[in-house]
């Protein structure tokens, strides 16, 4: 079994930065990808970056480009995402999710395991 933690959310005020962290334990050498997403109030669960392997392949999100930053620190299993220059719209709970074979990075059902989430709140 694998276990994905977040952490690192709170709130923020319009152009400010927040780095989450992903902490996996367990089966972790099993992890092939792991994927942030955000699900705001109302709305579904968005797709906001993706790592695949040791981070040679990632991935974003049109609205998050630029701006976001996924990374991984395999020697302490953690996947961060730096969010800077960060706008209202960007409030919502983030989650992390990892799987064993991910068929596409962008894709919610493709991951396994999901960690119980971290809000982000962006102030104007």
């Known amino acids: 079994q694998i276990q994905v933690v977040e952490s690192g959310g709170g709130l923020v005020q319009a152009g400010g930065s927040l780095r989450l962290s992903c902490a996996a334990s367990g089966r972790t050498f099993s992890i092939t990808a792991t994927g942030w997403f955000r699900q705001a109030p109302g709305k579904g669960r968005e797709f906001v970056a993706g790592?695949?392997?040791?981070?040679?392949?990632?991935v974003y999100a049109d609205s998050v480009k630029g701006r976001f930053t996924i990374s991984r620190d395999n020697a302490k299993n953690t996947v961060y995402l730096q969010m800077n220059n960060l706008k209202p719209e960007d409030t919502a709970v983030y989650y992390c999710?990892?799987?064993?074979?991910?068929?596409?990075?962008?894709?919610?059902?493709?991951?396994?395991?999901w960690g119980q989430g971290t809000q982000v709140t962006v102030s104007s």
């Open positions: 790592v695949r392997g040791s981070g040679g392949i990632r």
């Open positions: 999710a990892a799987g064993v074979t991910v068929s596409s990075l962008l894709q919610p059902g493709s991951y396994d395991y």
